[in-house]
T-cell receptor, first 115, second 113 residues
Framework: AQSVTQLDSQVPVFEEAPVELRCNYS??????LFWYVQYPNQGLQLLLK??????LVKGINGFEAEFNKSQTSFHLRKPSVHISDTAEYFC?????????????FGTGTRLQVFP | DTGVSQNPRHKITKRGQNVTFRCDPI?????LYWYRQTLGQGPEFLTY????????KSRLLSDRFSAERPKGSFSTLEIQRTEQGDSAMYLC???????????FGPGTRLTVL
């Protein structure tokens, strides 16, 4: 069964510093990959997605992610974070080879940005 | 606002009671999903519909759980004989079709005492 691993449960970083949130998924031939952000007391919001094509995906709020098939990774990056980026970030995968588009989520990474 | 809406936002109930949650998807979205999120975890898939047809159910969805989408629009999730382990945030999402973005609602937080 498909699974997603987010190794870092918390990532503290100072404002304007770069950040990388790591995501690995179990191997599969055909996957869609997503990053969602969840602000306190709010629903999940899509940051970016990889369906096909270029392995470097750009999303909202200056975030980007790179799909690496050989390493089964989809790490999220931002060159300079803001206080407002403090939130919970979830990586998710959809294994469309099984004719389903349910999302399998990781356990999340809490990004804490300090002034 | 044309986003996904969920009601109620909060529900506190006693163990053994039945509860029902409602989800209104974005209009014209054919697919509707239910997920459950417990503290410190990512959302876990429960079930999804394409129009009124329930296409997949997770093994997490015990016999006490039932979901419907009678006219292919709104959906309800009912939990019978609630248990303390059912305490969680129940999330609803909708999408236009397979492979499209899933838009999430704000969730219904259930607390079973």
């Amino acid at each position: 069964a498909q699974s997603v691993t987010q190794l870092d449960s918390q990532v503290p970083v100072f404002e304007e510093a770069p950040v990388e949130l790591r995501c690995n998924y179990s191997s599969s031939v055909s996957v869609y990959l997503f990053w969602y952000v969840q602000y306190p007391n709010q629903g999940l919001q899509l940051l970016l997605k990889y369906l096909s094509g270029s392995t470097l995906v750009k999303g909202i709020n200056g975030f980007e992610a790179e799909f690496n098939k050989s390493q089964t990774s989809f790490h999220l990056r931002k060159p300079s974070v803001h206080i407002s980026d403090t939130a919970e970030y979830f990586c998710a995968v959809s294994d469309y080879s099984y004719n389903t588009d349910k999302l399998i989520f990781g356990t999340g990474t809490r990004l804490q940005v300090f002034p | 606002d044309t986003g996904v809406s969920q009601n109620p936002r909060h529900k506190i109930t006693k163990r053994g009671q039945n509860v029902t949650f409602r989800c209104d998807p974005i209009s014209e979205h054919n697919r509707l999903y239910w997920y459950r999120q417990t503290l410190g975890q990512g959302p876990e898939f429960l079930t999804y519909f394409q129009n009124e047809a329930q296409l997949e159910k997770s093994r997490l969805l015990s016999d006490r759980f039932s979901a419907e989408r009678p006219k292919g629009s709104f959906s309800t999730l009912e939990i019978q004989r609630t248990e303390q382990g059912d305490s969680a945030m129940y999330l609803c999402a909708s999408s236009l079709a397979r492979g499209y973005e899933q838009f999430f609602g704000p969730g219904t937080r259930l607390t079973v005492l």
